[in-house]
């Protein structure tokens, strides 16, 4: 049983903790429980302790980053430089959703209805903020693969309309356009940029010189999966606005990496996953749709006429984990008692470390502009001689470093790197160290 001064204690941590605080609903009732996220207690204060320190000096503190280490549970045993796919969650975030499992086990569909649900609200909020819109603009999703599907599905679209995109966008949105064009008849143009991309110009002027007469929806990456490139969002936002076409961005890899302002790129639909950068539970996502265009999107789910106009709508999936989902706003408390600027800074610090190292290595060759306006923490290369499954498994086989393999169909093949913010400089170092080991191994 807590004390009263534990309770005390423990309910001043984080908003999402307050949030578990106990708390009045229905007639009389309170629930039997208070906040007890022993690891938010831990380590929030610890981390706080560096806010004094500018981005530019923590990206290279490994006392601080040290410290966040010690926040998560990751195995010390092998080398993680795929953050990209799914990232850890660190302790804080493991123990508000193992939290909201047992409230949840206590009486389902009491304490789900009446509390963990209601509690969406809060991180609706909390999100909206960290994105830079409207809390009515905001909805909690799944994934990015749910949030981007439900504006490519249901956005009125007819037979001959063509959605224009790039070879680099992610499969799994590419297959949801081929499904539409099967069924309604839509066109899908990719078109493809270089790795790396000289500058933002030459990526928006591929887009741009590609819109054709019957060209509705841009479709692109806020960050590529293949190579981190980074896009100029407002800039093709702005263009899409400017010839009446609808801009679908697709955030799975931006949202939390670094800092923006999501109104500012006026996009009318965003889609990212929490499960990433904002090292949230698996399973969660957001959505960000312009609230002018809401009524415009039918949901993949369907909603009651009444939510014609409320971004609820596109929330309306059934029976489904809310413990993962209500974990959330601790991801948020970790994230800005980082600093999001510290953590881009840190990330770019790391890349431009294990690229720096190998640049000029024979054989070696970077896909990704060595460049912080078009690259933040992924970065992605090849050795000539050698196919990226192959190089992968070496350095796992080899080295225990985990990669991910990426391939451009008829482009090119490399393998990505992600560090994150445990990675450690001796990491990243071992890594460099066995890309040139292999590199100069080949004949
Ligand atoms: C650019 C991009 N879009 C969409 C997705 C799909 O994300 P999720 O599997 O979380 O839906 C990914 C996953 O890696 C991605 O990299």
């Not at 309910?11 to 938010?40: I, K």
């Amino acid at each position: 049983m807590m004390n009263r001064r534990r309770f005390i204690r423990n309910a001043t941590v984080g908003a999402a903790t307050l949030a578990a605080a106990p708390v009045a609903f229905g007639s009389n009732s309170r629930l039997p429980v208070a906040s007890f996220n022993d690891a938010a207690l831990e380590i929030l204060p610890r981390i706080r302790a560096w806010q004094h320190e500018s981005p530019e000096v923590a990206a290279s503190d490994e006392d601080f980053w040290a410290e966040i280490r010690r926040a998560f549970t990751i195995d010390t045993n092998q080398i993680n430089l795929n953050s990209g796919s799914v990232s850890p969650a660190p302790r804080i975030v493991q123990e508000a959703e193992r939290n909201a499992l047992t409230i949840q086990n206590m009486s389902p569909s009491l304490w789900v209805d009446e509390f963990l649900i209601p509690q969406r609200e809060v991180l609706r909020t909390r999100l909206a903020a960290l994105f830079g819109c409207d809390r009515e603009e905001m909805a909690i999703t799944r994934n990015t693969t749910e949030s981007l599907e439900i504006a490519q599905f249901g956005l009125p679209l007819k037979a001959g309309d063509e959605v224009l995109t790039t070879t680099q966008d992610y499969p799994s949105m590419l297959t949801a356009y081929g499904q539409r064009a099967r069924r309604d008849g839509i066109t899908l143009k990719m078109v493809p940029f270089p790795s790396p991309a000289s500058s933002p110009d030459e990526i928006f002027d591929a887009m741009s010189n590609a819109i054709g007469p019957r060209t509705k929806v841009l479709h692109f990456s806020h960050v590529t999966y293949t190579a981190g490139q980074i896009f100029p969002v407002q800039r093709l936002c702005q263009l899409a606005r400017a010839k009446g076409l609808y801009s679908i961005v697709d955030g799975a890899h931006a949202f939390a990496q670094f800092p923006f302002n999501g109104t500012e790129f006026d996009c009318d639909v965003y889609g990212a996953s929490l499960h990433k950068w904002l090292t949230a539970p698996f399973g969660t996502g957001l959505l960000y749709v312009r609230k002018g265009l809401i009524p415009s999107i039918w949901p993949l789910t369907a909603a009651p006429e009444s939510l014609n106009d409320d971004i609820r709508k596109f929330e309306q999936i059934g029976t489904a984990p809310v413990a993962n989902r209500n974990a959330i706003g601790e991801a948020i408390t970790f994230h800005e008692a980082i600093g999001a600027d510290r953590k881009a800074a840190r990330l770019r610090f790391l890349r431009e470390r294990w690229m720096h190292q190998m640049a000029d290595v024979p054989g070696v060759e970077l896909l990704t502009p060595n460049d912080s306006i078009q690259a933040c923490a992924l970065g992605t290369m090849r050795i000539n001689g050698i196919g990226a499954n192959e190089l992968t498994e070496r350095l796992q086989r080899e080295d225990q470093i985990h990669v991910r393999p990426r391939f451009v169909p008829n482009e090119w093949e490399g393998i990505r790197v992600t560090p994150n913010v445990f990675s450690t400089l001796w990491e990243v170092d071992t890594f460099a160290a066995a890309v040139i080991r292999i590199a100069r191994s080949l004949p």
